[in-house]
């Protein structure tokens, strides 16, 4: 496989400022792991290999485990999540797939663990990794 394009140099400032979104999220106050669980999970369903690369080796090093990483892709059917994770995968998977829309349920099980703020980072985080999966689709960004 080859890449199509080079987007960050063809057009840095179109690239910065996708960037700046990345930049203002690693500011945030969302858990790393939890970060990372919504990049993986996202680039999961987009099939980026290159996230999925990325964000999975980002994860270990913050600690994420090797088990947990596995079953990311069937979190429904584990016990290795916790309500709260569940809660934002849950909502990862629903932005990701937004013809289906966020249901008030999935919408709800999230506020009932953030605050508006947090949500609204959660929120800019997926809408965010899912830009990058298309960005690195699109261009054929390769693994290796």
């Given at each position: 496989?080859?890449?199509?394009?080079?987007?960050?140099?063809?057009?840095?400032?179109?690239?910065?400022?996708?960037?700046?979104?990345?930049?203002?999220?690693?500011?945030?106050?969302?858990d790393?792991?939890?970060?990372?669980?919504?990049?993986?999970?996202?680039?999961?369903?987009?099939?980026?290999?290159?996230?999925?690369?990325?964000?999975?080796?980002d994860?270990?090093?913050?600690?994420?485990?090797?088990?947990?990483?596995?079953?990311?892709?069937?979190?429904?059917?584990?016990?290795?999540f916790t309500?709260?994770?569940?809660?934002v995968i849950?909502?990862?998977?629903?932005?990701?797939?937004?013809?289906?829309?966020?249901?008030?349920?999935?919408?709800?099980?999230?506020a009932?663990?953030?605050?508006e703020?947090?949500?609204?980072?959660?929120?800019?985080?997926i809408?965010?990794?899912?830009?990058?999966?298309?960005?690195?689709?699109?261009?054929?960004?390769?693994?290796?």
């Open positions: 496989m080859e890449s199509r394009i080079d987007i960050p140099k063809v057009d840095p400032a179109a690239y910065q400022a996708m960037y700046a979104l990345e930049k203002y999220l690693s500011a945030s106050k969302i790393p792991i939890l970060s990372e669980l919504i990049k993986m999970r996202a680039s999961q369903i987009n099939g980026c290999a290159f996230c999925l690369n990325m964000h999975s080796a994860a270990r090093k913050i600690g994420e485990t090797e088990q947990r990483l596995y079953l990311l892709s069937a979190w429904k059917e584990t016990t290795l309500e709260k994770e569940k809660a849950a909502l990862t998977e629903e932005v990701t797939l937004i013809s289906n829309h966020v249901s008030d349920a999935t919408y709800n099980k999230v009932s663990f953030f605050n703020t947090e949500i609204t980072n959660i929120i800019m985080a809408v965010t990794i899912n830009a990058w999966n298309r960005l690195a689709i699109t261009a054929k960004v390769i693994v290796g």
